[in-house]
């Protein structure tokens, strides 16, 4: 189970990597950037809970019991971090849409060729 994962979040790295190399209009480029730092995110996740899955939340008891389960909870801290890249990456691609959107006022396209050869001196 976890070889699929660990899979289907290399296809999405990979994906997005390609996609930001071999696409020319800029709106393509954010995208491919987009899914190439989801799967990012979505193997930090993983390897944070590579031990378990489940979270490490006390119940009502005052103590926590140390039975067969006590090593099997996903590591928070990890997650945490993963937290601050999401939100990061959120702020990153709103900057890159808004320095498109100007990008765009100046062009008529967001081809990389077209708007190097209308702003080459």
Not at 45 to 68: C, D, N
């Amino acid at each position: 189970m976890i070889a699929v994962l660990e899979a289907c979040i290399f296809a999405t790295v990979m994906g997005g990597f390609f996609g930001i190399i071999l696409k020319k209009n800029l709106m393509m480029k954010i995208l491919s950037m987009d899914v190439m730092s989801t799967g990012v995110i979505s193997c930090y996740v993983l390897v944070a809970s590579h031990r378990g899955l489940f979270t490490p939340i006390l119940g009502s008891g005052a103590g926590i019991e140390l039975g067969a389960d006590s090593g099997a909870y996903a590591d928070p801290v990890p997650q945490a971090v993963i937290l601050t890249a999401i939100v990061i990456g959120f702020s990153i691609q709103a900057l890159m849409l808004v320095g498109v959107m100007k990008l765009s006022r100046d062009n008529p396209t967001l081809e990389i060729s077209e708007i190097e050869k209308s702003n080459t001196p």
